[in-house]
C-alpha cells in the first residue's frame, strides 16, 4: 500500500500525476485527506480522498509514503502530526518517503536528510537541513525521493515505481504507452 498525503493547498499535478503513474502499474494507492475527506489544490482543484487521516493506520503493508508540495499544502502537511508521525515510522523501517516540490522542507525539519542528497523547489533549500542539495531533478538517497516540482513529475512518479521493483522492461513500456519521452 501507498499513502499520498494531500492537505488543502496542495500541488495537483505533483499528486495527480505519480498517482496516475502508480495506478497505470497496478500499485495499490490510496489519497489520504489531511485537512478533510475532500482537499481543494492551490489552483482550485478539489479532490475527494480515498480516507480521512484518522482512518488509516501504519502497519507493515506500508511501501511507501507520498508528499506532493505546493502552498500552503506543504505547511499543512508539516504541521499535521498523523503525517509527521507516518513519515518517522516509514523511515524507522526503511519504508520509501517521496516528497517534491517545497515538500522535501518536511524532512529536513524532522532531521531525515542530513547526509543525504536532495533537492527541492528552488529557494526552500535551506530547509533542507543538513542535505547535500543535488542539482539533478529528481535524487533519490536511500528510502527517500525528493524532486524539484510540478516539471518534475512524471520523473518523479517513474522514480518511485522504479523503487517499488518494477521492472524497466515494464515502466518502459507504460512509458510508451503515455507518450512519455
Do not use: W
Not at 480521512?52 to 511507501?64: G, P
Amino acid at each position: 500500500m501507498v499513502y499520498i498525503f494531500l492537505a488543502d493547498g496542495f500541488e495537483e499535478c505533483e499528486a495527480l500525476i505519480p498517482i496516475d503513474i502508480l495506478r497505470r502499474a497496478s500499485v495499490e494507492i490510496k489519497t489520504v485527506g489531511v485537512t478533510g475527506k475532500t482537499v481543494t489544490g492551490s489552483h482550485g482543484i478539489s479532490v475527494i480522498c480515498d480516507v480521512f487521516k484518522d482512518e488509516i493506520a501504519f502497519d507493515n503493508s506500508i511501501e511507501a509514503v507520498i508528499l506532493p508540495g505546493g502552498m500552503p499544502g506543504t505547511l499543512n502537511l508539516k504541521k499535521d502530526s498523523v503525517v509527521t508521525n507516518f513519515v518517522t515510522k516509514a523511515m524507522d523501517e526503511s519504508v520509501l518517503v517521496a516528497a517534491i516540490c517545497a515538500a522535501p522542507l518536511i524532512l529536513g525539519s524532522l532531521g531525515y536528510l542530513k547526509g543525504k542528497k536532495a533537492v527541492c523547489y528552488p529557494g526552500f533549500e535551506n530547509e533542507l537541513i543538513g542535505a547535500e542539495i543535488s542539482s539533478d531533478t529528481v535524487v533519490r538517497d536511500g528510502n527517500i525521493i525528493t524532486a524539484k516540482g510540478v516539471g518534475a513529475a512524471f520523473d518523479f512518479g517513474f522514480e518511485i515505481l522504479n523503487t517499488l521493483k518494477h521492472s524497466p522492461e515494464e515502466i518502459e513500456k507504460l512509458k510508451q504507452t503515455m507518450i512519455y519521452k
